[in-house]
């Protein structure tokens, strides 16, 4: 939702960004949460079908399995251009979204702390 110049600019900023934010001391943990594409469709024909989940089905989302493809291709080359030592991307296995949601707590539970 940016202009390709918006988005070479935030990709040129980013890494200085979280490089700043990681000097000062502040705890900076990244996730994503990966699905299949299989399990995505299942997700969207579940929210269509319930009444009480339509809410949850954007626009966005309406178009995500048909660019599905494009999406990857632009995840690749954030992950190649922002993982970095001091602020790396921890990728999580979501199709289970319980197993996924543990996965990223006992994540934080032993980088941080307490």
């Known amino acids: 939702f940016c202009t ?12 200085a960004f979280e490089k700043m934010i990681t000097e000062s ?4 943990i990244k996730f994503y949460f990966s699905i299949t594409k299989e399990e995505q469709a299942r997700r969207f ?3 269509r079908s319930k009444a009480h989940k339509r809410w949850k089905m954007s626009k966005v989302d309406e178009r ?3 660019l599905w493809n494009d999406y ?3 995840k690749k080359w ?14 999580i296995d979501a199709n289970r979204k ?5 996965g990223a707590l006992n994540h934080i539970l032993n980088s941080v702390p307490y």
């Not at 001391?25 to 900076?28: C, E």
């Open 45 to 47: 024909d579940d929210i």
């Open 98 to 102: 319980t197993t996924a949601r543990l």
């Open 4 to 15: 390709p110049q918006e988005y070479e600019r935030f990709m040129g900023q980013v890494n």
């Open 72 to 74: 990857s291709k632009y």
């Open 64 to 66: 995500a399995q048909e």
């Open 25 to 28: 001391g502040t705890f900076l």
């Open 78 to 91: 954030m992950f190649e251009r922002t993982n970095t030592e001091y602020a790396p991307w921890n990728i």
